[in-house]
């Protein structure tokens, strides 16, 4: 996996490589793939869990002001 | 880099535009307080973590397509000819500023021993994406999901501000050749588009609960905690300072860079690529600050949420041209956009039943809108470019600055890429039944049932003795 084994020699090259971060070269897409899923994933996880807990209150049918019995550090 | 000079000059670079991210994290630490002192106790948590989920969301889309819009879109497409390649495509060749370069995938996109300026200069260009986005979610606190948050931040962050930088603050854009668009520090690509993205969503995601009497007349809901409000705006304040030297390039040589031969000279640049310096709009930053301050404080008759916001709108409204105004020009222009900011918004909120919660439309939306077409007199005649004096590449030659262009560009900043998305962005996700959250959850308060489970522990906690 490992891109550069030797900085002597990478850094002493005729020319020398920039992308010094592991698989470069090889690595790049499926990264990218990889992260739009867990992006797309967070979406989808984190609306079903809002949309679950504002059902879930909206059910219970408080008033405006019944938060207040939920303060008790004045 | 091989020798020591040009060494310098491109770490210092590189340092210089990572010290304006690190000042304009603190805009959005700003809007965090901002948003949190404007709402009420039982949506304080919710309204915090919603700016707060931006972050991401508006980083890694920035990461994975908003930086290649930028680099992709100048000539429209379609519309102006880049001075590159001369060609109407999208730039996705092999020019030395083409999108290829900044596809997710490239090398470039990462750690490069060869590249000190990428890494950079994406993330100045995204803390301006979160700014955009985070004006838009003071607007819109206390009613909307964060779920449909997210979709409008990645909407306004990650596509369409960047699209209209691409048109209007990038040397090679269609703006600046046809409309001799000038707007050197985001009057209208950051503060007019999303002012404009917020009043769309606005439009369909309809007031608080109480905001208006049965008759229509508005009510204030004034910030809850104002001390969290003001000092926010302090910070954002702060930020914008970061974010005014951001938009400049520190050191350029303009002598070759115009074809000039024999010529060196060396200055600091807006992002157009034209001279001015970071001296001089430091001036213009703070007298332009100052007249929004005067204004506001006078208009709003010392309320202090307003007077605070006019000094960020005095300084929005003198931002298209504060790389050239004289100081006192800066101040005046601010003056005159905070008054038709505070005026127009509370005639649309009467008029049109438009609850914009913190005034964003207004002061980012308003007088960024004003901002420009103020600067479109005033620098009437000055080259929109630097690549239009001599040839530049293929000679090409952009539209000088002018009042009728710059107007065209505040429609197009405010309306086309702010308003018209916002809205149909809205309805969208109003058809889905995914906008708004239920009425019982808005009179209960967002942050419900975080609170009574928390209730058993504080209680016990605030009644201990040892």
Not at chain 2, 92 to 103: G, Q, R, V
Not at chain 2, 322 to 346: E, F, S
Request: charged letters at 15%; aromatic letters at 14%.
């Amino acid at each position: 996996m490992a891109t550069v084994t030797n900085w002597i020699d990478h850094l002493s090259a005729e020319e020398v490589v920039g992308a010094v971060y592991p698989g470069a070269g090889s690595m790049e897409t499926t990264l990218v793939i990889i992260g739009i899923v867990l992006w797309l994933g967070w979406h989808v996880l984190t609306a079903k869990s809002e949309s679950d807990e504002l059902e879930r209150l909206s059910r219970r049918r408080h008033g405006a002001n019944d938060h207040k019995s939920n303060i008790t550090d004045w | 880099m091989t020798d020591q000079l040009g060494a310098l000059t491109t770490i210092f670079t590189e340092f210089y535009y990572w010290v304006t991210v690190v000042l304009m994290f603190l805009i959005h630490v700003g809007f965090c307080m901002y948003e949190v002192g404007a709402s009420r106790y039982k949506h304080h948590q919710h309204t915090l973590m919603k700016n707060t989920m931006l972050i991401p969301l508006v980083t890694v889309t920035w990461f994975f397509f908003g930086w290649w819009i930028y680099w992709a879109f100048p000539t429209g497409p379609g519309i102006a000819p880049s001075i590159m390649n001369e060609s109407t495509a999208l730039i996705t060749d092999e020019s030395t500023f083409s999108a290829k370069w900044y596809l997710a995938n490239t090398e470039y996109m990462a750690i490069n021993l060869g590249d000190h300026i990428s890494g950079v200069f994406w993330a100045a260009f995204l803390l301006f994406s979160w700014t955009a986005a985070s004006i838009v979610s003071g607007a819109i606190i206390e009613r909307i999901t964060t779920f449909a948050f997210g979709i409008l931040a990645i909407a306004i962050g990650s596509v369409f501000w960047t699209i209209d930088a691409a048109w209007g603050w990038h040397f090679d854009g269609w703006m600046l050749k046809i409309l001799g668009y000038h707007d050197a520090y985001a009057s209208g690509v950051i503060h007019a588009i999303a002012g404009g993205f917020a009043l769309g969503v606005l439009c369909v995601l309809g007031p608080r609960i109480g905001k208006f009497s049965s008759s229509g007349e508005p009510r204030n809901i004034g910030p809850r905690n104002p001390w969290l409000v003001t000092v926010g705006l302090f910070l954002i304040y702060t930020g914008f300072w970061g974010f005014y030297a951001a938009c400049n390039i520190p050191i350029f040589d303009l002598g070759p860079e115009y074809g000039m031969e024999g010529v060196t000279y060396w200055t600091a640049t807006n992002i157009y690529v034209t001279p001015t310096t970071l001296s001089g709009i430091t001036f213009n930053f703070l007298m332009s600050l100052s007249g929004g301050l005067l204004a506001g404080y006078w208009i709003a008759k010392g309320d202090p949420f307003w007077t605070y916001s006019s000094g960020l709108a005095g300084v929005i409204c003198a931002s298209a041209g504060n790389d050239l105004y004289h100081p006192i020009q800066a101040m005046i222009i601010g003056m005159i956009g905070v008054v038709i900011a505070y005026k127009l918004h509370y005639w649309v909120e009467r008029k049109f039943k438009i609850d914009d919660a913190v005034g964003a439309v207004a002061v980012h939306g308003y007088a960024g809108f004003v901002g420009l077409v103020i600067c479109g007199f005033v620098l009437n005649g000055y080259p929109s470019s630097g690549y239009s004096v001599g040839a530049m590449w293929d000679g090409t030659t952009y539209a000088s600055i002018n009042p009728l262009g710059q107007f065209l560009g505040a429609i197009i900043m405010f309306g086309v890429l702010g308003m018209l998305p916002g809205y149909i962005i809205a309805k969208v996700l109003h058809g889905m039944g995914k906008l708004r959250i239920p009425r019982d959850v808005e009179i209960a308060g967002l942050d419900y049932e975080m609170m009574e489970s928390a209730k058993k522990d504080e209680r016990a906690v605030s009644s201990a003795t040892r």
